[in-house]
């Protein structure tokens, strides 16, 4: 949870996103409703203890929404949230931003092991 002390705009975003996997975490629920072994193959440096509690993390922030299904065996899935959707615009600018910084460093562009959302295309510039 955030502390109550941080009360400037840019703070507060750093806190929620803070964590070397959380926004990969967020781009790849983007994309879609995903179970934790799932984030774990499109994700394979993250250990499982930091997955989960990144993804603790974002659920008490109201970021994440955590499923529960009540079957043998247990599913549980992991989507975003109305306000998680809210990070959309500053997910694909880091997207964006990534790209570029490849091409003027000339270093080869790493594309995520998923595809841009259908709905977030941007018109070329």
Same mark, same amino acid.
């Given at each position: 949870?955030?502390?109550?002390?941080?009360?400037?705009?840019?703070?507060?975003?750093?806190?929620?996103?803070?964590?070397?996997?959380?926004?990969?975490?967020?781009?790849?629920?983007?994309?879609?409703?995903?179970?934790?072994?799932?984030?774990?193959?499109?994700?394979?440096? *993250? !250990?499982?203890?930091?997955?989960?509690?990144?993804?603790?993390?974002?659920?008490?922030?109201?970021? *994440?929404?955590?499923? *529960?299904?009540?079957?043998?065996?247990?599913? *549980?899935?992991?989507?975003? !949230?109305?306000?998680?959707?809210?990070?959309?615009?500053?997910?694909?600018?880091?997207?964006?931003?990534?790209?570029?910084?490849?091409?003027? !460093?000339?270093?080869?562009?790493?594309?995520?092991?998923?595809?841009?959302?259908?709905?977030?295309?941007?018109?070329?510039?």
């Amino acid at each position: 949870m955030l502390p109550p002390d941080h009360q400037c705009p840019v703070e507060r975003t750093i806190h929620i996103l803070d964590g070397k996997w959380k926004p990969l975490i967020l781009f790849y629920l983007l994309q879609a409703t995903r179970r934790f072994s799932d984030l774990q193959r499109l994700i394979p440096a *993250v !250990t499982r203890r930091m997955l989960t509690q990144h993804l603790r993390e974002l659920e008490a922030d109201g970021i *994440v929404h955590r499923e *529960v299904y009540r079957q043998v065996p247990p599913r *549980v899935e992991y989507s975003l !949230t109305d306000l998680g959707r809210t990070l959309e615009p500053i997910l694909l600018l880091m997207l964006d931003w990534g790209e570029q910084h490849a091409r003027h !460093t000339g270093a080869a562009p790493l594309r995520p092991r998923t595809a841009r959302p259908p709905e977030a295309e941007l018109p070329p510039q």
